[in-house]
């Protein structure tokens, strides 16, 4: 087959601007996710969730633990990326704490298992994909909750932070699997 004329051969961008654009991306996400919101005390209901699991599920760990990254440094220097107008040290250590802190290791995890040489194909597998993802659900309620339960209490700590999220968390985790799916089979993620 004779060579693509220049005008009809697919972009390539180089890898490490794409690699930039995704952290860009990913950060950008997380930053709406947070704005999307219903008011709830200790913690707000928000997108977040969503937007961790599904970018653990399409960019891995290392793409997606470094957008988490960045867009916690970006709160931290009072930048209004987190849910509600308020950011800065302060807010790390608010009762959001917890569950940046679990968005993080979240993302880390559940990228790692989409990663892992072992389970190749759980992008194309969305029930795998949901279960993993159901265990960084389980690592963003642990080090919320905990981090709760330091403040207020441990009873207090589960039914203000976790038992009321249940529901909703549940349709956000289906919600993200089914996108990385998706975007798998329409050829927009790696795996």
Known sequence: MPPLPAARRPLAFPRPLLLFAGLLLGSVALALSAKIEVPFWPVPM????????????????????????????????????????VAGPAYLLGPTGGYLLGFLLAALLVGHLADHPAH???????????????????????????????????????????????PADLTKTALAAALVTASRRLGFSRG
């Not at 399409?58 to 960045?70: I, K, M, P, W």
């Open 120 to 166: 190749r194909g759980l992008r194309a597998r969305p029930l795998l994909l949901f279960a993993s993802m159901l265990v960084g659900v389980a690592v963003i309620y642990a080090c919320g909750v905990a981090w709760l339960a330091h403040l207020i209490g441990w009873q207090r700590g589960f039914a203000l932070g976790a038992a009321p999220f249940i």
């Open 46 to 85: 928000t997108l977040e969730t969503l937007a961790v699991l599904g970018l653990a599920g399409l960019f891995g760990a290392r793409l997606a633990g470094a957008a988490v990254l960045l867009w916690l440094a970006e709160g931290a220097a009072g930048l209004p990326v987190f849910a509600g107008a």
